[in-house]
Structure formats: structure tokens, C-alpha cells
Nanobody, 116 residues
Framework: QVQLVESGGGLVQPGGSLRLSCAAS????????MNWYRQAPGKERELVAT????????SYIDSVKGRFTISRDNAKNTVYLQMNSLTPEDTGVYYC?????????WGQGTQVTVSS
């Protein structure tokens, strides 16, 4: 079965950095685009970044452009989200996601808290 396991979240001060990882299994990772979503308290889940199956194409929401970088290692079946210059507005639960055929698959999420 499809499994997505996120790690790397935590508490960080404003201006700090974190690197999230998502280990994938149960499907052909190298054929699948991957996404990072986040959900802040009291807000809807939003798409933060997307990477194509080969890693050759990426996209970001405007609020993280220039600060976040999505990448992947198809040999390790892992997708990453490098987050720099973090602000309190980046606080939330971050989820790894992929859509296979018509089904969305989600990890359990990892909490990111940006606070002094």
C-alpha cells in the first residue's frame, strides 16, 4: 500500500531553517509528481510546492518563493522541502502528497512551529 512518512519538523526561531523529508513506498515514486501541503491552525490546507516526477519542474505558492526549495531523490524514494528564512506565518502541519490516478495519498504530517 502507498505510504508517505514525513519527518524533520520542529520548533525554530524566526529567520531559521528546517528541512522536511518524505519517504515514499508502495508505488513507483520515479513516475509520480510530489507535493507539499501545509495547514495552519484555523485555516484550510494549502498547496505549498510541487515537483515533477523527474525533478525538472517545480512550482511554489507566492508566499514561499525564494525561501523554500522542493527537491527529490528518486534513488531514495524521498522528497524534500528546504525551508529558509522562516516566519511565524509558516507555522502549521506540513503534509507530503501524491495523486495516483484519481486518489490522493497523504502522509501523517509533521508540525512546524516558528516562534521566538
Amino acid at each position: 500500500q502507498v505510504q508517505l512518512v514525513e519527518s524533520g519538523g520542529g520548533l525554530v526561531q524566526p529567520g531559521g531553517s528546517l528541512r522536511l523529508s518524505c519517504a515514499a513506498s508502495g508505488f513507483t515514486f520515479s513516475n509520480s509528481a510530489m507535493n507539499w501541503y501545509r495547514q495552519a491552525p484555523g485555516k484550510e490546507r494549502e498547496l505549498v510546492a510541487t515537483i515533477s516526477s523527474t525533478g525538472g519542474s517545480t512550482s511554489y505558492i507566492d508566499s514561499v518563493k525564494g525561501r523554500f526549495t522542493i527537491s527529490r531523490d528518486n534513488a531514495k524514494n524521498t522528497v524534500y522541502l528546504q525551508m529558509n528564512s522562516l516566519t511565524p506565518e509558516d507555522t502549521g502541519v506540513y503534509y507530503c502528497n501524491t495523486k495516483l490516478v484519481i486518489w490522493n495519498h497523504w502522509g501523517q504530517g509533521t508540525q512546524v512551529t516558528v516562534s521566538s
